[in-house]
């Protein structure tokens, strides 16, 4: 699955910072002062558990090697990935985001928070990419990892119209493209 991602295999061949395993690295992610907020809601902290557990280690390393992310709670609609030129990328966490995450259905906010991730390990900030492009682009890394279903029904629920619909389209080639391997 993940060695269709030409990033990962360039990214093994470089000496760069990385995690030898998930433990250590859910260690280093809580142990930073931006992510004490995740930390001290247990029923947040559980959903960023489980958003560790889905990302492959190979993953991890290839984006937080490049820049640590950090996860900050901010006012807007869902979230948005800002790629920092320098030391930290951001993925800024709106109320909505938090509401999902925290609801009976945070899978969806798991979604939302890997397809954000996507923006960030495509390097879209360093890229002259067409902005659908990049959406459906960040929308492959959530097919990929098993949240596409759950990627279509946050997409299916908001009011983005052909944008929207030009991406569960996409996520579902990609779903039923999957299947068959």
């Known amino acids: 699955m993940l060695d269709k991602i030409p990033f990962l295999k360039k990214f093994s ?3 760069k910072r990385t995690f030898g395993d998930k433990r250590i690295f859910r260690r280093d992610f809580y142990s930073k002062a931006h992510h004490q907020w995740i930390k ?16 492959p280690i190979e993953l991890i390393n290839h984006i937080w090697s490049n820049r640590p992310v950090a996860f900050i709670p901010a006012n807007g609609t869902l979230s948005c990935a800002i790629n920092s030129t320098e030391h930290m990328s951001f993925i800024l966490i709106y109320q909505d985001l938090l509401r999902i995450l925290n609801s009976g259905s945070p899978d969806r906010g798991l979604a939302i928070l890997v397809h954000e991730l996507g923006h960030l390990f ?43 619909r030009v991406r569960i389209s996409r996520i579902t080639a990609d779903i039923i493209v999957g299947d068959d391997n």
């Open 13 to 15: 061949k470089t000496k």
């Open 40 to 55: 001290e809601d247990k029923y947040l902290k559980r959903n960023f558990d489980r958003f560790i557990e889905i990302l």
């Open 122 to 164: 495509y390097r879209h900030d360093e890229r002259n990419i067409d902005p659908l492009e990049a959406q459906v682009e960040a929308d492959k890394l959530c097919t990929m990892l098993g949240l596409g279903e759950d990627l279509q029904e946050v997409l299916m629920d908001s009011a983005g119209g052909i944008e929207a």
